[in-house]
């Protein structure tokens, strides 16, 4: 419970100053004045009265039947504004046990018209009751009081960290519906449940060298054994090339979830990383929070690997600087760490030549 009010701690704030302004609807919101000696002749509560019931026949000394009226209109987007706040205390208790963009975006919306009601009272008071728009009170002067400026204010920081806290989330919204758009340009990829480990031939390849230590005696995968000289290197893949063989590579998990493991890369195949089992072909556990249900793919061509970022959190590389690949490939170099977002799941990319 502590851990959802944190994560919702805007929502909170939202929801304790807008119920807190209430109090001032009914303490200090209005007050009519006696110009003779001063004294308060119609006070918040009075003023409710008056309001509900359209009849200020106990005060006609002091207002008129217009007047009347026009404090019924106020009372009326009062009420309404304290029954938008009770809607949003019951949304804020259902983003409590699932947060979703609905619920976020509903609550923005409630709290403006709650707003908006609550500044449609305040304006009418404003104008129809201060003492330069006096015509509507007789022998009296009145005007807003003290609770009525300490609620606007209350609201304002209410809609603030409302709106503030939509704004993002329509802004991670539209993010996510670009990659979706981008996700049909992409080749299809395999899925993998999880990155197999490849044969162990005893061999290391150097990375970084504040990686290095990490390595699990990390394989270069072996050429295609149907090829006759396959094992005369740089001979043989010319051979492979020759008889219209694709570019192979590998893509190796350094740490994280899939420490010492590797996937094998074909040229013009695309492999995702993310936590949507239905969207990536590694798929990482929900628990990394940081890392976006698709993060990012890697693509080898006959050139070199690519790789595109579709996550919030980004793509870093070993010096700590993020990469700038946005929703499009950028050339990836070949044994350079990089990490998804600030987890601990490093991989590299190696072509087998």
Not at 258 to 278: A, L, N, R
């Amino acid at each position: 419970m502590k851990m959802m009010l944190k994560k919702n701690y805007k929502n909170l704030i939202s929801f304790v100053c807008a119920f807190a302004s209430i109090v001032f609807y009914f303490a200090g919101f209005f007050q009519l004045k006696d110009p003779a000696n001063g004294n308060i002749v119609i006070d918040s509560m009075k003023m409710w009265s008056i309001g509900l019931k359209a009849d200020a026949s106990g005060v006609a000394e002091y207002i008129d039947f217009m007047t009347a009226g026009m404090m019924t209109a106020i009372i009326i987007a009062l009420l309404v504004s304290i029954f938008f706040t009770v809607i949003f205390f019951v949304l804020f208790l259902v983003s409590l046990k699932k947060e979703s963009y609905k619920t976020e975006v509903s609550l923005s919306v409630i709290s403006i018209l709650i707003f908006a009601n609550f500044a449609s009272a305040f304006i009418i008071t404003f104008l129809f009751y201060s003492s330069s728009h006096a015509s509507f009170a007789k022998n009296g002067i009145g005007g807003l009081s003290f609770g009525a400026y300490i609620a606007l204010c209350l609201h304002l920081v209410a809609v603030s960290f409302q709106v503030e806290k939509a704004a993002g989330l329509i802004a991670v919204h539209l993010k996510e519906n670009r990659q979706l758009q981008a996700d049909a340009v992409l080749t299809a990829a395999p899925a993998w449940e999880q990155p197999t480990l490849q044969e162990d031939i005893g061999k290391r390849e150097l990375l970084d060298d504040a990686y290095a230590h990490e390595l699990q005696a990390i394989p270069l995968s072996d050429l295609p054994t149907a090829n006759p000289v396959a094992a005369a290197g740089a001979t043989a893949l010319a051979a492979v090339r020759a008889g219209g063989q694709k570019k192979q590579g590998k893509i190796v998990f350094l740490s994280g979830q899939y420490k010492g493991t590797s996937i094998p890369i074909t040229e013009g195949q695309v492999v995702t990383m993310g936590k949507d089992g239905s969207r990536c072909a590694v798929v990482f556990d929900k628990s990394y929070t940081s890392i976006s249900r698709k993060h990012c793919a890697i693509q080898l061509n006959q050139r070199c690997f690519m790789i595109a970022d579709f996550s919030k959190n980004g793509l870093y590389n070993s010096a700590g600087n993020r990469l700038h690949c946005d929703h499009h490939f950028v050339e990836l170099k070949e044994k350079q760490a990089i990490g998804l977002a600030k987890t601990n799941n490093k991989f590299f990319v190696s072509s087998n030549e």
